[in-house]
Structure formats: structure tokens, C-alpha cells
């Protein structure tokens, strides 16, 4: 107990400022004063705790004064004193042992007891608070506090509070711990008589018979001609006697695809199935369109996996391994004769329809079969194939080592022959087949993304399609006369040992090559276009348009670029479209079910190839009209081709 | 007060020689040091409004009613170092406050004072 010398004789000085320290009782506390506050604190704290001290039947309740004046400490308290003044300050300290004088802090006199009359309450001249404020107990009538914790709950609830005023970090501020929490969702319900939607429900159902002419209404509304014709942007109906049953069978082949299952996420949930089995699935997953390589999603698949592939393929295009037999056979020829067929989407690249299929092919493609580097794009069944393995072809070609060098120039040479031709399906076709016949290496093997049969397609987003693809990439245009990579193209999934051959080059494994380069070596190499081992291209369902600067996907691409790059002797390296455009060649007409999207990750290459020749569309478009087509379909499609 | 033995948990209606009034419930009476523990007001969760009064200026007072002690002893436990804590910010709060009070100013000057300060920053010249 500090207050031993507590008691000295009024008349003592101290340095604090005292209001009542003349009067009699003001002596008590001075020394406490002096001593400093840590004596303050300590009274405090023995005599909270040494509330026995007192003894006697009355501990208890001291005891309880004792605790209720430590629960007030650093509480703003309002003193009155006996001749009226209240003074207000924050608790500081009383003399537990004695008669229990108060410290107050930063008190400020709130009405002074000693003026008279009115004087003292509308005159009231404010001072400066006092620092330490010392009352004794004489003085003291009532200690008024509000809002006091008295009990620990009380203290807690007190002590957040306090803190979150003083300081308001972010995290309090943002509760970001609610964040992670899903949310309920609920079905939004108009208001009830909210007049002004009334037709909500019709409008958007029975899409087809909808009375509600936007046209009509915007005229009417705002004077608005329009000249709107929808079949500029659509394949036109044939409306006629046959309208009824065409349109029958497109809602079968509808519900079919609806129907479809589907591993993949987004379009399972549009489905309305459920395929979260594992819960690592949070929104982002279900809703962002980024992608982050998750395997479940649109992955590629590796080599064991081209059968799913093949089924999605399948799924997406139908069985469509006839068209590629129907392949230009005089593509296949040529690069039989080449050897290298570089794709003709070199050729093509030259003259335009070469880069459908170079898209067409990278499209498609995107593994690689374990050969070098493959071309591996699926050729889609359609058309497309015969670009993707054209440029695949090139792409195998420039990429691929191993396969007949020659390929690739055989392939330039393909090009040009083959230009006309464009149907870059067909050639690509052709060119499977001629792999699938198992030519010889020279045909890099088309990579065999199962063209249409496999869901190469959806390979062809993504896979960062190992060397081949990147290779060839770039190569494709440039024909560099890898190897034929034999880009087994999977012929719903079946040709691939004929590819393996070819496909030296192909770099089987190479994931998704979509590049196009792995397409035009597919092309040159081509013996069959399937290529057993291609990593299938992946069709992506979630692939959306084209993004030319979908770089980040791909490894760069370990095929050098002076050798892929500049073949401009050798094949206009601007035609390197192919690479990029996944777009369907001219031939294909509205509906190709070109679903490659142009998600052709792998492109980065190309991409990265392009640089130096210039912007990549800048070029003459060789292609024309072509070019306008490539973007065209937005490969969403995922459907099949009827 | 000789003679009046104050039970904890008492409801009293007090009338104080300054002339209060008011009620509240005893939480605690010290003899010794003649200071009576009220509570104030209902008792509404952890705060409550605590008055010490010094018996001595009680004027008078009846007795209301009779209710349990208001005090759970079982929760009653401080925390010293956070009390210390509150009352530094508390200081901290008030010094920062005492830059807005006039000194030598008028009650209603201070009114006007504040009630400006609240949309503009009024800055107090000493």
C-alpha cells in the first residue's frame, strides 16, 4: 500500500494541480499524486485485490466498491462535489484504503458550484482540462458513470468496441470473413403488381412464337427504320413446304446435344447436372471464364485419353471419319510425293485457304503424339481437318525433326496445288487419310487430332501443345521441312499406329499443339491424318472466340525461330495464318461445325511468330475473303454437322 | 447512516441533499467509507449506469422492492492491463478532444463551436 505517507498535513505543496488541494482532504491524496500514477494504478490494483484488507463482515461489500472503482479506471466519470461543481474526466484512480478520494483525468470542470445563481449556468466560461484532478473524499457527494462493464462480458463487448473505434483496419472494415460464405440464392419474384412487366414470362418463352416485333417497336417507338436482315449474320432458312420437318429435326438434333453428358463444368450446369464431385469447386470455377488449366474442365488429355477424346469428338461432330476419306486426294498425293507435306497449309498459307486449314488444324489439334512434335491437331471432321492438318502439316513439319525434312518442302509445294482447293477439310482429310494409309514418314502425320470424330477439337484449345505445336507453329507456314510430324489425326481414334511412324515428328506428346504449324505438318507428313498418338485436339466447349493473344497458355515453343520463322523463301510466312485463324476455310459454309476454337492456345507460338513478320493480319490477306471467315464462327459450335 | 442496514439487491428511491432524485439498485454499501454502489436503470446487458453516492448526503430514501443481487460475482474478473489500455485511450481521446474546447469561452460559443466543426474543420485558435 502506497499510501503510507499519505497523510501529510494539508498545507504540503505539490506540483499537480489540485482544485481542492487547500481544503483538508486534498493533503490525502498528494502523496499518492506525487508519488506518480503507477501508485495510483497500484492502489487500484491492490486494493481491487486486497479487498480484504478492510476485514470484518463488511470485506465483502468493500469488496464490491472496490471492484465497482476498478471496473470504472479509464472511464469517463462525472464527480459531484459537495458545493455543487461537477466535474467530469476519466477515472483514474481512488484510494481503495481510506475513504476512497478520487483521481480523475483530463477532467473539465462542467458546472462550477461556486458561482451563484444563473451566473453559473449561462455564463459558464469553459477552462482548460485538467490534467490530474485530485478529489478528496470529503468533497465527494456521488460518482455518476454510464454505460459501465461491469461484468466480464460486459468488458469484452467494451474492449471491441473500443478498438474498433480507434482503429479501423481493413479487414474490420471489410468483413472479409463473410466473404468466403455462399450465398442463398433465391429466385428473384417481380413485385406484385408491378404493371409494367406483365409480359416477362412471354417474352422469353416460345422464343419462336413470339409476338413481340423488336422492329416493330423500336419504329413505332422512336421512328427507328431498321435494316436489319437477319441472314447477314446467319445461314439463311430455307423456308418453305419443309420448314415444319426441318425444324423438327433440329430440335431433335437439339436435344440430343442438350442431352449429351458432358464432363465438362460449364456445360453440365447449363445442363442442369451436377458434376461437382470434388468440392474444390467454388464460383470462380463454376462461373469465371478464365481459364486456369484445371484438369476436369478442358484440359488436354494426354495420348490414354484420345478415346474420350474421340468420344467427344464424336459427340461434337458426329461420325464423321467418311469425310475424311473424302479428303483431296490430290492432296494426299501430293504429299505423298513431298513427303513432307507441310501442310499444305503452307501452300494454303500462300493462298489463303492454306490457312484455314492451318487453323483448321491447329484447331484441331493439339496434341502431339509422342512423336517430336505433332501436329497433333484433331482434324475435325469437317473441313477443317484438311486445314488443320495442312497446317499441321507445316507445323509438323517445321516443327518435327524427325519425319522426312523433305515433307515440308513437299509440302510448300502441296500448298500451291492444293490451294484451290480449300476445302481445307478436304485436303486435311485427304491428308489423314494419307496417313492413315500409313505413307510413309514424309507426311508428318497430321496430328492426329481425331478430326471430327474426336473431340480434338477440344484439345485444340488448349493444350500447350508441347514442341510440336509451338514448332510448328510458326513452321507450319514455313514448312520448314521437319519432320513429318506425324500428326495422327485420329481417325475416330483408330489411325493412329499408322501415324506413329509419320509422326516422328508429331511429337506425339506435344500436347495441344494446336499450332498450326503442327497442322501443316500434319499435312506434309500426312500419311494418315489420324494420328494415334496426337495429343487429340481438345475441343474446348468453353473455348470462346478466338483471342490471338492467348499466349500465356503455351510453353514457348522450343522449336527455333529462325528456322520456323523466316521461311519466307520458302512460304510466305504472312500466311501464317493458318496458325491463327482457326477459322473455317471459305468452303465452309455457315454451319461448318467448325468447333475448334480458335482457342488454339497453342497458337502462342504462332503467335510469337508473327511478331516478326509483321502484324499477323496485316497481311495481304491472301485469303480474302477467307480471312473474314476465319473469326466467323465463333467456334462455339459444338454441334454436329448435319 | 446509523440504523440502515442496506441490502445488496435493494431497489431505493433516493433523494440526495443536492438535490437529486433518482433510483436504483444497491450493488454494494460500504460502511466504512459511508459509499453506496447503485445501479441505475435496468439492468440491460453487460453496461450499466453506476452511481457511488456517499450516504451521507442522502436525504431520503424508500425502499421499493427487494431483488437479487445484480451482481454475478461468478463474472466478475478484470483485466488490469486492458483497463490500463481503455483508460490511456481514453486520455488519448480527451487530449485530442480538448483541442476543440474553447478555453475562456462561453458555453454557447462552444455549442456554436461544435456544431460547426461537425461539416468543417474548425481549427480553435488559442
Redesign the interface.
Given at each position: 500500500m502506497n499510501i503510507p505517507q499519505a497523510l501529510l498535513p494539508k498545507s504540503s505543496s505539490n506540483g499537480f494541480a489540485r482544485r481542492r488541494g487547500d481544503r483538508e482532504g486534498g493533503a490525502r491524496l498528494e502523496s499518492k499524486v506525487q508519488s506518480g500514477k503507477s501508485n495510483q494504478g497500484r492502489i487500484q490494483a491492490t486494493g481491487s485485490l486486497s479487498g480484504g484488507k478492510t476485514g470484518g463482515y463488511e470485506s465483502s461489500s468493500r469488496d464490491r466498491l472496490v471492484y465497482m472503482t476498478t471496473c470504472l479506471i479509464g472511464h469517463m466519470v462525472e464527480v459531484h462535489l459537495k458545493n455543487g461543481s461537477i466535474y467530469s474526466g476519466i477515472f483514474h484512480a481512488t484510494d481503495a484504503e481510506k475513504d476512497f478520494g478520487i483521481v480523475l483525468k483530463m477532467a473539465r470542470l462542467v458546472k462550477d458550484g461556486t458561482l451563484q445563481g444563473n451566473k453559473a449556468v449561462t455564463e459558464f466560461i469553459s477552462k482548460a482540462p485538467t490534467k490530474i484532478l485530485i478529489i478528496p473524499a470529503k468533497e465527494l457527494v456521488q460518482v455518476i458513470a454510464k454505460d459501465v462493464a461491469v461484468t466480464s462480458d460486459g468488458f469484452a463487448s467494451e474492449l471491441q468496441h473500443e478498438k474498433q473505434q480507434e482503429v479501423l483496419i481493413d479487414s474490420v472494415i471489410s468483413q472479409s470473413r463473410h466473404v468466403g460464405l455462399e450465398r442463398e440464392l433465391e429466385p428473384w419474384v417481380p413485385d406484385e403488381d408491378y404493371p409494367q412487366c406483365p409480359e416477362l414470362e412471354n417474352i422469353f418463352s416460345g422464343s419462336w412464337n413470339r409476338n413481340w416485333d423488336q422492329f416493330e417497336t423500336n419504329q413505332k417507338l422512336f421512328g427507328v427504320k431498321s435494316t436489319f436482315n437477319e441472314e447477314l449474320y446467319t445461314t439463311k432458312l430455307e423456308r418453305g413446304p419443309q420448314t415444319r420437318e426441318l425444324e423438327k429435326e433440329a430440335m431433335r438434333i437439339a436435344r440430343e446435344i442438350e442431352g449429351e453428358e458432358t464432363r465438362d463444368l460449364h456445360l453440365a450446369e447449363e445442363r442442369g447436372l451436377d458434376l461437382h464431385d470434388n468440392f474444390d469447386i467454388d464460383e470462380e470455377m463454376r462461373y469465371s471464364s478464365v481459364y486456369r488449366g484445371r484438369g476436369f474442365d478442358d484440359s488436354g488429355y494426354e495420348e490414354e485419353e484420345d478415346i474420350l477424346l474421340d468420344s467427344q469428338n464424336i459427340e461434337t461432330f458426329g461420325d464423321s471419319s467418311d469425310s475424311l476419306s473424302r479428303g483431296p486426294v490430290d492432296l494426299t498425293s501430293l504429299q505423298r510425293n513431298e513427303g513432307v507435306r507441310m501442310s499444305s497449309s503452307t501452300s494454303f498459307v500462300d493462298e489463303a485457304p492454306s490457312s484455314k486449314a492451318a487453323i483448321g488444324a491447329d484447331l484441331n489439334h493439339t496434341d502431339f503424339n509422342d512423336e517430336a512434335k505433332q501436329l497433333a491437331s484433331e482434324i475435325p471432321s469437317e473441313s477443317f481437318s484438311v486445314s488443320d492438318s495442312e497446317s499441321r502439316i507445316q507445323d509438323n513439319l517445321l516443327g518435327e525433326h524427325g519425319g522426312s525434312k523433305d515433307a515440308k518442302e513437299s509440302t510448300e509445294k502441296l500448298s500451291p496445288s492444293e490451294d484451290p482447293q480449300l476445302s481445307n477439310s478436304i485436303d486435311s482429310q485427304s491428308l489423314l487419310i494419307d496417313k492413315l494409309d500409313g505413307s510413309d514418314k514424309a507426311v508428318p502425320s497430321l496430328n492426329s487430332t481425331t478430326h471430327a470424330q474426336s473431340s480434338s477439337l477440344s484439345k485444340v484449345s488448349e493444350k500447350p501443345s508441347a514442341s510440336g505445336d509451338l514448332a510448328e507453329g510458326p513452321a507450319s507456314s514455313k514448312v520448314t521441312g521437319e519432320t513429318p510430324s506425324v500428326n495422327t489425326r485420329g481417325q475416330p481414334g483408330s489411325s493412329k499406329p499408322s501415324n506413329s511412324d509419320c509422326v516422328a515428328v508429331s511429337s506425339a506428346s506435344s500436347g495441344p499443339g494446336l499450332s498450326p504449324s503442327s497442322s501443316m505438318g500434319s499435312l506434309s507428313s500426312e500419311k494418315s491424318t489420324l494420328n494415334p498418338h496426337a495429343k487429340e485436339f481438345k475441343l474446348n466447349p468453353n473455348a470462346k472466340s478466338f483471342t490471338p493473344s492467348q499466349t500465356s497458355v503455351r510453353p514457348p515453343s522450343p522449336v527455333s525461330d529462325g528456322s520456323f520463322y523466316y521461311q519466307t523463301p520458302v512460304s510466305p510466312v504472312p500466311h501464317m495464318h493458318m496458325p491463327v485463324n482457326f477459322g473455317i476455310g471459305p468452303s465452309f459454309p455457315g454451319h461448318q461445325p467448325v468447333v475448334f476454337n480458335p482457342q488454339v492456345a497453342p497458337m502462342q507460338s504462332p503467335q510469337a511468330y508473327f511478331h516478326p513478320t509483321g502484324p499477323q493480319y496485316g497481311q495481304p490477306m491472301l485469303l480474302g475473303q477467307r480471312q473474314v471467315m476465319y473469326y466467323q464462327p465463333d467456334m462455339q459450335y459444338k454441334g454436329r454437322d448435319y | 447512516m446509523e440504523g440502515e442496514e442496506f441490502a445488496?439487491g435493494c431497489f431505493l428511491s433516493i433523494k440526495?441533499?443536492?438535490g437529486?432524485e433518482f433510483e436504483g439498485q444497491i450493488?454494494?454499501?460500504?460502511?466504512?467509507?459511508?459509499?453506496l454502489?447503485l445501479?441505475e436503470g435496468l439492468e440491460s446487458?453487460?453496461?450499466?449506469?453506476?452511481?457511488?453516492?456517499?450516504a451521507n448526503?442522502i436525504k431520503e430514501f424508500s425502499l421499493l422492492r427487494q431483488d437479487e443481487d445484480p451482481?454475478?460475482v461468478k463474472?466478475?474478473?478484470?483485466?488490469?492491463t486492458?483497463?490500463?489500455?481503455?483508460?490511456?485511450?481514453?486520455?488519448r481521446q480527451?487530449?485530442a478532444d480538448?483541442e476543440r474546447?474553447?478555453?475562456?469561452?462561453?458555453?454557447?460559443a462552444?455549442t456554436l463551436f461544435d456544431a460547426l466543426s461537425k461539416t468543417e474543420s474548425c481549427v480553435a485558435a488559442f
Open positions: - | 445488496v440526495t441533499t443536492l437529486d450493488i454494494s454499501f460500504d460502511r466504512l467509507s459511508n459509499i454502489v445501479q446487458g453487460p453496461r450499466r449506469n453506476i452511481r457511488l453516492l456517499k448526503y451482481l454475478d463474472k466478475c474478473f478484470l483485466d488490469l486492458s483497463l490500463q489500455a481503455r483508460e490511456d485511450s481514453a486520455i480527451a487530449e480538448s474546447f474553447g478555453v475562456g469561452v462561453t458555453s454557447e462552444q
